[in-house]
């Protein structure tokens, strides 16, 4: 470019150098050297160079500088930096119009106004280096004091602006002065007036580490700045000066990207208030799209940015810059906010980042924005080191923190730190005066790794915490000093959801950190300063301890999801608790925690007070103290009443608080020698409070029972309550309760977290607790989560079925459950080492094959058979070899089936998992004579034969002498022997995933002659067979029948004298029902809330009721019929009538050899089925409905048992299902007599008066019926068909109907006879006569007599038929739709005409033809309808079908169906008589011959009739009818054209009812319409006089007007209206 001078005139368009206010514009060309002042300027706009000149000061006022793609404004370059003074001043405020990239720029940002836009070059370098930036107080600034004592020596200069930053927890306490002085070496200050408040600089150390808290002071002026004009106004409007560097596309697609390279520039009151989006950021300097920026092309380094009224540097779509060593102070939002990749943002100073919802006085009440003085948490790679947070509104950083990786193994925390070099890092960063240090929100956190990495983090003076997280990620803290902070650390870890049952191995490790609980120089004024963001609704909440003092670490929780924030504070929990987490704190020092101030006590370690489903285990080792008092070590509050209700933890007390384990492993943090644990009181409140609802009655009667069923004395077994406190039974000397901590120190025990979790779908709908853990005299209950759902704005009453315990290892325990156990369990040790276990006997009252998986592979049970592959038992005397101890492997399992419990070894932390598989059990009772019974493959081998299924899914579990109760015996003559096995899968050698068994297809192969019915069986491609649940409930009814037909006794030549099966539990794999609004239960705040059971405890009730519909059910064996009850023969009341049910039916029972009634209850009941034995007299005579089936009870009733003929019956009941027991029958020992049957016809549905067109509607119906009680009969009496005839008779029984009648037949079904197509076309007043005949034909006594209907009338009716076409392909749109298209045409016309009926509709090709008759009850909806078709046909009879709209091409009436119109009487004829009367002689009777002629003349005309098509037109239109000048009527009105060419004429108003036939319940007159035809008239328009005469109309005047509806009698106007 050509370098000139901006005083030179000659460089100017005009030859003049720019004068106030013009705007400028560089070519791109030129390269200008501003030599001169410069004027005031308007818009600036640089294609080429703008250099404010070295060696003289400038100021460059303008209301816009735009750098386009090639143009540059510099003010010194990093090689020749600016050695002089410059202002670059910005004026505008929110009214001036701004400049927007759609109206002003082809493609690029919103610049808008009061704005430098930097999309070329932008130097600003100052050759006066303000070093350094910042720095800190040396010593504690007093309120008075005038200096300030420095921690390094600065080269600052007087009259300099400085800041002092706040070190309380009031941010707003920064004060800023002026230097007047500064001392030669550069440490001490002198200021322009005294310092407002405390500012402390201060260090202390604890053993090997330091820590200090020193207020930081930065210098803000420098020698370039940037500023707004009119600073009042700007002020006022919040409407500052802004820097864009962006990008944008040219006219050409040329695209240009701004770089913008800024050291040592002050920028001060930029910004512009409210404008946030990352589109439009009009921050005091934004980096919006650039891209990446290379080779430090665009860097931010040494500024500083005050009195803004926006964030005031922040990078949005731009990769790589770097941002160091700069001062903001005061911004509204965060000071910096960064975006994108590989940002390096390094020893920053933020100051007071104001929040916008409180901003100058406004209160956004609902503003949820939490403001951090460094926005950083949508970074990659980002580098943030050394940077200081002071004084943000809320947070001082919004980070994700590095990334890094934490594993939980064997109960250690194994972190592995970020390798060098990092590109991401977050060290040596400090955060006070905030309300949290660092935040990281409930979407926050590293997603990929799930671990965030904070060292040599410093937070001090946090109104709240000094870090707080509640992200998806493990926290690992390490290097980090936190002071004087409300509570030091808190973090919650998200996921995996509990309801996935999924563990994970996230944790929070905090080590080699110090912790201090209030500051150096610490008084109890500090603790009044109350930062005013703390007022806000959303921010005044959080965690201390319950009297206001410092807390270290809260216990951190780990949940299932967010939690409540903003409805609820950030640390609130609304999610059941994930399975596992650990919080570990490893070499961290605890310093000052002691009761301070008005009995402030700190706590250095406090549960969470949010948890109150579960607080997951802490780990401490390397614990350094000093100043810490004993009871300031640990507090965990008491549980919360108010969570006692249906909504939350139900009856009982929650678990959170009751269950905490905090493992010291070297005695450090307890001050004992070794390792100790702290635990919960869980047995708070036992037998206390009754609100609390726990005491001896919770405990779980499977525990409190022996397996005899008798009671054990609670006293006896359990003399403890609450977590085991000692190694010996009773004995709890290990343990000492320390009231302050509200929880017990413990030593020689090495207490761990049991998680017992239930897998099955049902997990939260089916309630397991309360839950008894029990060992060593000791027993505790588990009552598990509350209720965190809610549905609908109610809680649902539903609570997952997962339940955290503390348990000491080495122990054994019993665990006993109040419902029935889950079918898939899993026990899991938490955090625990493989040398860590416990025993543990689950009680399983009613339990199918219980399958034992330790890491998803099946483990044996111990009396597995180890010579076999398949599973089979060891059947032996001696059971105590088998009981699992806690020195086995994981896994080890036996199921004890005297004692009811499966023993189970659960060590490390991998859980065992516990599935309950489908089995049948089956116990028999036998007595056996050969020793051949005793071969076990013998045994099996015969059932399998029996059933058809494979030997290998037949287990034999035990063989026992019922004598004697002990194993197996035989003697010479025989014994009874108890034999018990099971059929079902082999167990699945590994785990997949929890689904439901395979389902497979059935198979017709290995048919068997046993005659038990056998259900289907699955077969594989190897030809094995699986056994579903479904197939294995049909085996169970299968192996009944088997058992109670004697086929099994027979096959295994054994006397079977009792047995006991228990069907298989089908597995829950089908979702449960969700509760609802409804089903949800009652609420907390309901009436008599308590009163009502809530959902879960509605699905207990339901599981308690099937439970004990599938407890072990006995058999008993079949031996007898008897009859136990039998009607009375004879007719009357309990006589028995032919075809008629019996009143008192058979009862046959079936017995036992014991006399007592045999039960089906496994299997189907069996069918007994009656015969004839004998009848008399002989006859075609059988049984109706002869056979039924057994009730569970064992007895058979004949409730619909009848007889088809009269006679005296002998009868036999057999046994006909199953066949195997046909054997059982029995035969009746007297005579029933049964009598003949007497029928009726009776109508109940009365004929109605109609037409003689249509159908009698509704149809008459006839029923047959018994004429003793009056039932329907249906037509099986004797095996007849029935039919029913109807023959209409006038005014029965004057006239008799005969042959020469017409008859109507219609056949009886189910005992009715309807006629639905009586039509009798000859008017008149008719009965019904109703008559029955059948087939076979019976005898004349046999059928019922004639019944006769109620009078009814038939009415002539008019009707007409039309014929409509439509143009429509009749195959496309009617195809076989034809009945469905008839209706269609129905409803349309019904739609419009509700009055009339059609009937006789036909449909037929030719495009689409369709034809119908049409009728009414009265002339005029029919006349109406006829009138309106003509008029209006194409819209009322178009409609849509198929998908198809039909529209008539043509509409036709049928001349061959006209409608008859009565005609009028006149008085012509009345005349004619009298003057018959009158006149005498001849002439009277030419008169009277001639009158006659002329009346026969105008009737013939009045019966003329004219029909009107849509292809016919009108010949004339009668545009007008004028009166005559002679009408003596003045009601006379015009007639206006119509397109079907009709006139009628009404009545007028005033006269309409004293016309004969007027009707006032109709608004037109009903019978004298007239229609206007063939007007003779020659000319189109011209008028018509009608002379209306009162000799012709007597009663009233008329007129002619357009009807809307009836179209009635034809006139001719000239010849019968001028007559």
């Given amino acids: 470019n050509v370098t000139v001078s901006w005083s030179d005139p000659s460089m100017w368009p005009s030859g003049v150098l720019p004068q106030e206010g013009d705007d400028v514009y560089i070519n791109c060309s030129l390269y200008v050297l501003a030599d001169v002042a410069l004027p005031r300027l308007g818009k600036v706009t640089l294609c080429g160079g703008l250099e404010l000149s070295n060696g003289m000061d400038h100021m460059l006022e303008t209301d816009l500088i735009l750098i386009e793609g090639t143009g540059t404004l510099a003010v010194g370059y990093p090689d020749i930096p600016y050695t002089g003074k410059a202002r670059i001043v910005l004026h505008g405020d929110s009214k001036t119009p701004e400049f927007r990239f759609k109206r002003d720029l082809p493609q690029g940002p919103n610049v808008g106004a009061k704005a430098l836009a930097v999309f070329g070059n932008l130097f600003l370098h100052s050759e006066y280096q303000r070093e350094p930036s910042w720095t800190r107080l040396e010593t504690t600034a007093m309120p008075g004091d005038t200096t300030l004592h420095l921690e390094s020596s600065v080269n600052w200069l007087e009259e300099d602006e400085i800041l002092v930053t706040s070190t309380s927890f009031d941010g707003e306490e920064a004060e800023v002065f002026t230097i007047l002085s500064i001392s030669d070496d550069g440490t001490m200050l002198t200021l322009n007036e ?23 002071v930065a210098v803000l002026t420098r020698n370039i700045k940037i500023e707004s004009g009119d600073p009042e106004t700007a002020d ?25 390279q800024i050291d040592s520039v002050e920028f001060k009151q930029c910004g512009q208030l409210g404008h946030v989006q990352s589109f439009d950021p009009r921050f005091a300097l934004s980096f919006l799209d650039v891209g990446k920026i290379n080779d430090e092309s665009s860097y931010v380094t040494k500024c500083s940015f005050h009195d803004g009224y926006n964030t005031a540097i922040g990078v949005f779509g731009t990769d790589g810059l770097k941002i160091d060593s700069n001062v903001v102070y005061i911004t509204v939002g965060a000071s910096i906010h960064v975006t994108g990749n590989g940002h390096v943002v390094t020893d920053n100073l933020a100051v007071q980042s104001l929040f916008p919802g409180t901003y100058r006085g406004t209160f956004q009440e609902d503003n949820f924005d939490w403001t951090a003085n460094f926005e950083a948490i949508d970074t990659q790679d980002l580098v943030m080191n050394g940077n200081v947070a002071a004084g943000g509104s809320r947070a001082g950083f919004h980070v994700n923190g590095e990334k890094c990786q934490i594993q939980n193994v064997e109960g250690v925390v194994e972190g592995e730190e970020p390798s060098e070099p990092r590109s991401v890092q977050f060290e040596d960063n400090v955060a006070h005066s905030t309300l949290h240090g660092v935040h990281l929100g409930y979407s926050d956190g590293n997603k990929d790794t799930e671990c965030s990495f904070f060292k040599r983090l410093t937070a001090y003076s946090c109104f709240h915490y000094g870090l707080f997280s509640y992200t998806s990620s493990s926290v690992w803290i390490t290097d980090s000093t936190f002071i004087n902070n409300r509570a030091a650390i808190f973090v919650d870890v998200i996921g995996p959801a509990s309801l996935s049952h999924v563990a994970s191995e996230k944790a929070v490790l905090i080590e080699d950190s110090l912790i201090a609980a209030t500051s150096i120089g610490y008084d109890c004024d500090d603790d009044k300063k109350i930062p005013a963001i703390a007022s806000h609704p959303l921010s005044n909440r959080a965690i201390d301890s319950r009297s206001g003092g410092r807390v270290g670490i809260v216990i951190s929780s780990f949940v299932s999801g967010n939690g409540h924030f903003p409805p609820a504070p950030w640390f609130s929990i609304i999610s059941y608790p994930a399975i596992t987490g650990l919080t570990s704190i490893e070499g961290v020092s605890f310093v000052d925690f002691i009761e301070h101030c008005d009995e402030m006590k700190d706590v250095a370690l406090m549960a969470n007070p949010q948890s109150e489903d579960a607080n997951h285990p802490v780990h401490l080792s390397g614990i350094s103290l000093q100043n810490i008092e004993e009871d300031r070590k640990f507090f965990n509050r008491e549980p919360i009443l108010g969570s006692v209700n249906p909504s939350d933890c139900v009856d009982l007390d929650c678990d959170g608080f009751k269950h905490i384990v905090v493992v010291d492993k070297d005695g450090s943090f307890t001050s004992r020698q070794g390792p100790s644990t702290i635990i919960s009181k869980a047995e708070f409140e036992w037998d206390g409070d009754p609100r609390r609802g726990l005491g001896d009655y919770r405990i779980p009667k499977t525990m409190l029972s022996y397996p005899n069923g008798s009671r054990k004395a609670v006293d006896d077994t359990f003399p403890k309550k609450g977590i085991v406190r000692g190694t010996s039974f009773g004995d709890e000397s290990d343990c000492e309760f320390n009231d302050v901590w509200n929880a017990y120190h413990c030593s020689n025990l090495d207490h761990l977290m049991v998680v017992l979790e239930s897998l099955d779908p049902d997990t939260e709908v089916r309630r397991l607790s309360p839950i008894g853990v029990a060992a060593n005299g000791f027993i505790d209950i588990l009552n598990g989560p509350q209720d965190n759902g809610w549905c609908g704005g109610y809680t649902c009453q539903e609570r997952i079925s997962t339940f955290f315990g503390v348990m000491a290892a080495g122990q054994h325990y019993s665990i006993g459950l109040t419902s029935t156990n889950p079918q898939r369990m899993a026990v899991r040790l938490l955090n625990a080492a493989e040398s860590q276990s416990i025993a543990a006997g689950i009680i399983y009252t009613t339990p199918q094959r219980l399958d034992v998986y330790y890491k998803g592979v099946y483990v044996r049970p111990t009396n597995a058979d180890p010579s076999s592959e398949d599973l089979k038992y060891v059947l032996t005397d001696d059971i105590e070899e088998f009981i699992p101890t806690v020195d086995d492997e994981a ?18 932390s991998q859980p065992v998992e516990i599935r309950t598989t489908p089995v049948i059990q089956v116990a028999l009772d036998l007595f056996v004579s050969t020793d051949d019974f005793f071969n076990e493959d013998m045994i099996v081998s015969n059932i399998a034969f029996l059933l058809n299924i494979p030997p290998d899914k037949i287990r034999i579990v035990d063989i026992v002498s019922e004598s004697a109760k002990k194993r197996k015996r035989q003697t010479e003559g025989g014994q009874q022997l108890q034999v018990n096995f099971e059929i079902g899968e082999e167990p699945v050698a590994e785990l997949t995933s929890p689904t439901p068994a395979p389902t497979m297809p059935p198979t017709s192969e290995n048919d068997t002659t046993v005659n038990a019915t056998m259900p ?16 294995l409930t049909a085996l169970t009814s299968a192996v009944v029948e088997l058992i109670q037909t004697g086929t099994l006794a027979e096959s295994l030549n054994v006397t079977i004298m009792g047995a006991q099966v228990e069907e298989p539990i089908p597995p829950p794999d089908d979702p449960p029902p969700r509760a609802t609004n409804t089903t949800g239960g009652p609420q907390p705040d309901e009436v008599n809330s308590t009163m009502v059971l809530t959902y879960s405890e509605m699905q207990m009730l339901l599981e308690e009721q099937e439970e004990n519909e599938t407890t072990t059910v006995v058999l008993s064996i079949p031996s007898y019929l008897s009859i136990t009850q039998q009607p009375h023969g004879g007719g009357g009341d309990g006589g028995v009538v032919e075809s008629v049910p019996l009143s008192l039916p058979f009862a046959v029972a079936l017995y036992d050899t014991n006399d007592n009634l045999v039960t089906f209850v496994l299997s189907e009941p069996w069918t007994l089925t009656a015969s004839i034995v004998e009848v008399v007299p002989k006859s075609d005579a059988f049984l109706i409905n002869p056979s039924v089936n057994f009730s569970r009870e064992g007895v058979a009733v004949f409730h619909d048992l009848a007889f088809s003929h009269p006679g005296a019956y002998t009868l036999r009941f057999d046994v006909t299902h199953p066949p195997s027991a046909t054997k059982f029958s029995v035969s009746t020992n007297t005579v029933l007599n049964v009598v003949m049957r007497q029928l009726n016809l009776e109508i109940v549905t009365q004929p109605s008066d109609g037409g003689n067109v249509l159908p009698i509607d509704p149809p008459p119906a006839v029923w047959l019926v018994d004429a003793l009680t009056g039932a329907v009969v249906t037509n099986d009496w004797r095996e007849r068909e029935w039919t029913i005839h109807a023959t209409a008779a006038p005014n029965y029984p004057s006239s008799i109907p005969d042959s020469t009648n ?14 639905h197509q009586i039509l009798i076309s000859s008017p008149g007043t008719y009965n019904l006569v109703f008559s029955a005949d059948t087939a076979p034909e019976s005898s004349s006594n046999e059928l019922p ?3 006769v209907s109620d009078d009814f009338v038939i009415e002539e ?27 269609m045409f129905r409803m349309t016309i019904r739609s419009s005409f509700p009055d009339v009926s059609v009937y006789n509709v036909t449909v037929m090709e030719g495009s689409i033809i369709v034809s119908f008759f049409v009728t009414a009850d009265t002339l005029e909806p029919l006349l109406a309808f006829v009138n309106q078709l003509n008029e209006s046909g194409v819209d009322l009879l178009s409609f849509e079908f198929n998908g198809y709209h039909l529209m008539p091409s043509s509409i036709e009436q049928d001349e061959d169906y006209p409608i008859s119109i009565p005609p009028e009487p006149t008085s012509n004829n009345n005349l004619l008589i009298i003057l018959i009367i009158a006149v005498p002689g001849s002439a009277v009777l030419l008169a009277v011959i001639l009158l006659i002629l002329v009346s026969m003349w105008c009737r013939n005309r009045k019966k003329k009739r004219k029909v009107f098509h849509l292809n016919k037109k009108p010949s004339r239109k009668i545009s007008s009818l004028k009166p005559s000048a002679s009408s003596k009527s003045s009601e006379v009105s015009t007639a206006r054209y119509i397109s079907h060419g009709d006139l009628h004429v009404y009545p007028s108003e005033s006269h309409q009812t004293d016309l004969p036939g007027y009707s006032s319940e109709t608004t037109s007159f009903i019978k004298k319409n007239r229609l206007v035809e063939d007007v003779e008239d020659e000319e189109e328009d011209k008028e018509l ?3 209306v005469k009162e000799e012709i109309k007597p009663r009233g005047a008329w007129y002619f007007s357009n009807p809307a509806a009836e179209l009635g009698e034809v006139k001719d106007v000239e010849e019968c209206i001028k007559l």
């Fill in 194 to 216: 005294s310092v407002s408040h405390k500012h402390i600089g201060e260090e202390s150390s604890f053993e090997s580490r330091s820590y200090s808290i020193r207020a930081e």
């Fill in 236 to 260: 006022e409007e919040g409407f500052g000066c802004r820097i864009l560097v962006g990008v944008y596309q040219d006219e050409k697609g040329d695209v240009y990207s701004g770089n913008a």
């Fill in 891 to 908: 896994g080890t399992n036996f199921y004890d089936r005297d004692l009811k419990q499966l023993f189970i070894v659960v060590r490390g």
């Fill in 1016 to 1031: 289907p069986t699955n077969e594989t491609e190897g030809g094995s067979t699986t056994l579903d649940i479904q197939e």
């Fill in 1302 to 1315: 017409v008859m109507w037949s219609a056949p009886l079904t189910n005992g009715e006879a309807v006629f």
């Fill in 1345 to 1347: 007599e004639l019944v």
């Fill in 1357 to 1383: 009716r008019q009707f007409t038929r039309y014929v409509i076409t439509y143009m429509n392909n009749y195959t496309i749109v009617v195809g076989n739709n034809k009945m469905e298209f008839i209706e």
């Fill in 1585 to 1587: 006089s009608v002379v």
